[in-house]
């Protein structure tokens, strides 16, 4: 049997708490602390899910085995480099990091270390079960908007970063062609990040990738519209419903499979599953991690942010 492994989660917000309690709830892992500079925020994290809340870094990484980082994505790398470093497998919330810099020395430390390193692409772990990456054609043109009310959360980086990079991560997983052009426009309301962005990726096969993100709309929307050589797949992503006219068969139940249910906490044991060696690798791996980071950054570059 394997033993048991103890998480730490870093970052005692919304998301932290979501990783927080997937893990309290895995078998073979025990939540054993909570990290926050606030120590009272991770105490009221923590102390209902039988963890230990700290303040300090060092004192964190050395109560883990393995690391969630949810804190502001300005410190991703600040929290994932210290774990990799002391040894911990990492699991980054998106985006991995907010520079190229950033994201390649965390990558470069997780390989010379031979860790693990995941990050939280969550449309990864949908678009699986429905089976969407087993369509055996590229892409020849992606459409996607993502929009949400504005909510003060999350504004440490850009809406490109914090909602577009989930579409930008998916298109480049369908069609892995090079980027040849990338162009775009945003607004700001609330500053000092751009809040609402429309980009047109043209990449080297010719295929286009057009995405809208917006974090000011007055109502939820996520959706994309995949156009194929044999037809076409639109999603919903907020109803999980879809039309398919392509000849390929994608899952109209998936959202009665585990992962459908719970595409975090799929995340979350794919990556447990590859730290104990059951897995090849995690949902989203560093590498792809960073290489949605450095179209999502060329992106804001193109619409002067």
């Not at 410190?75 to 994201?103: N, R």
Request: a negative charge; proline letters at 6%; aromatic letters at 4%.
């Amino acid at each position: 049997m394997s033993r048991i492994l103890r998480a730490g989660v870093a970052g005692a917000g919304a998301f932290g708490g979501h990783h927080a309690r997937k893990y309290a709830g895995m078998e073979g892992i025990t939540l054993a602390a909570v990290y926050d500079p606030d120590l009272e925020r991770a105490r009221a994290l923590a102390v209902g899910l039988g963890a230990q809340p700290v303040d300090d870094l060092n004192l964190f990484l050395s109560l883990a085995d393995i690391v969630t980082v949810a804190s502001p994505a300005f410190t991703h790398a600040a929290v994932a480099l210290p774990a990799l470093a002391a040894g911990k497998s990492v699991y980054v919330e998106k985006p991995i990091a907010t520079t190229i810099d950033e994201a390649d020395k965390i990558v470069a430390r997780a390989a010379a270390s031979g860790l693990v390193l995941a990050c939280g692409l969550q449309e990864r772990v949908v678009s699986k079960a429905m089976g969407l990456l087993d369509i055996p054609e590229r892409p020849v043109l992606l459409e996607a908007v993502r929009r949400a009310p504005w909510n003060p959360r999350n504004t440490d980086v850009s809406c490109v970063l914090d909602l577009m990079i989930h579409d930008i991560d998916l298109a480049i997983t369908l069609n892995p062609g090079e980027p040849l052009a990338v162009e775009a426009e945003g607004r700001v309301t609330h500053g000092p990040f751009v809040d609402e962005v429309d980009c047109e990726i043209t990449l080297g096969d010719g295929s286009t990738v057009k995405l809208n993100a917006s974090r000011i709309a007055e109502a939820r929307e996520r959706r994309m519209r995949i156009v194929y050589p044999s037809g076409e797949v639109e999603i919903d992503f907020i109803t999980r419903a879809f039309r398919n006219t392509t000849p390929f068969r994608l899952d109209a139940d998936f959202t009665e499979t585990p992962t459908g249910r719970d595409p975090l906490g799929a995340s979350v044991a794919a990556f447990v599953a590859a730290v104990r060696g059951e897995a090849p690798r995690p949902a989203a791996t560093g590498e792809e991690a960073a290489r949605a980071l450095d179209l999502a950054l060329a992106v804001e570059q193109a619409a002067g942010f």
